[in-house]
């Protein structure tokens, strides 16, 4: 989840933004758990918009993994990760190749782009469970 205060909203942009929508200057994520950064493409009328999209959590990202948008594609899906789980001395930011999960445990491993990979909630991977259940799955370009 992302907070933010009434003092950070952007006032007189009404113009463009969408019915619903609301700007902010800054936004905060209270907790230590992972989240990501989707940069998304749309394409219309002849033109290309990029989009940086912030998905909060793991359940917020499989939600929109499954609703899917039509007309858009996801050009990169970057986690955002506490030292905790990335064994950094502060947060990362990594190119995803793939968010899989354990089925009989409900475990989630994040394989980054350099090879390394993540567990979640738990960073020490369990070895005898499967990561059969593909969350995400970059695509090869």
């Given amino acids: 989840m992302f907070v933010s205060d009434s003092k950070a ?3 007189g942009l009404a113009a463009l933004l969408e019915p619903g929508q609301r700007g902010w200057h800054v936004m905060l ?10 940069t998304l493409i749309q394409c219309g009328e002849g033109f290309e918009t990029r989009t940086v999209v912030f998905i909060g959590s793991l359940s917020a990202f499989t939600s929109w993994v499954e609703m899917g948008v039509e007309g858009t594609l996801l050009e990169s899906l970057q986690l955002v990760s506490p030292a905790w789980l990335s064994g950094n001395e502060d947060w990362a930011m990594d190119l995803l190749v793939e968010v899989a999960q354990s089925e009989q445990e409900g475990r989630v491993r994040f394989l980054l782009q350099d090879g390394r990979a993540f567990y979640y909630p738990d960073p020490i991977p369990k070895s005898q469970y499967d990561y ?3 969350i995400y799955r970059a695509v090869s370009s």
């Fill in 9 to 11: 909203e952007v006032k």
């Fill in 29 to 38: 994520k209270p907790q230590m758990s992972p989240w990501f950064h989707a």
């Fill in 132 to 134: 059969a259940k593909v």
